[in-house]
């Protein structure tokens, strides 16, 4: 039966330069203060949340990118957001359809 010490040897041996590397990445990493650890956290979690943003935004289809590329207004009727090209204007008023164009003046 093999050492387990002989064994951790040889595979610090193979694993060398990747053992080394992950080595001094965790001492660097313990050097740091505890703030710093957080920060670092802080980071890679919101690093992650842009990643998914990124991949629901690819998963999008090509009309929701343009549409959301656009400058959004808000109606005066129903406060919902919409894209400007799809504007109603009446009397300084926007508004995102002439149904509440209508509404908003009758
Ligand atoms: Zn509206």
């Known amino acids: 039966m093999v050492?387990?010490?002989?064994?951790?040897?040889?595979?610090?041996?193979?694993?060398?330069?990747?053992?080394?590397?992950?080595?001094?990445?965790?001492?660097?990493?313990?050097?740091?203060?505890?703030?710093?650890?957080?920060v670092l956290l802080i980071l890679v979690t919101l690093f992650a949340i842009q990643l998914v943003?990124?991949?629901r935004r690819i998963k999008n289809s090509r009309r929701d990118s343009e549409v959301t590329k656009e400058n959004m207004i808000v109606c005066d009727?129903?406060?919902v957001h919409f894209p400007q090209s799809?504007?109603?204007?009446?009397?300084?008023?926007?508004?995102?359809?002439?149904?509440h164009q209508r509404e908003f003046n009758g």
């Open 3 to 38: 050492d387990k010490a002989e064994w951790v040897a040889g595979w610090v041996a193979v694993n060398s330069l990747r053992w080394q590397y992950a080595r001094d990445k965790w001492i660097k990493f313990k050097g740091t203060d505890k703030l710093a650890k957080y």
């Open 53 to 55: 943003r990124g991949v």
């Open 77 to 79: 009727y129903c406060h």
């Open 86 to 99: 799809e504007k109603v204007v009446f009397q300084g008023r926007v508004f995102c359809s002439k149904d």
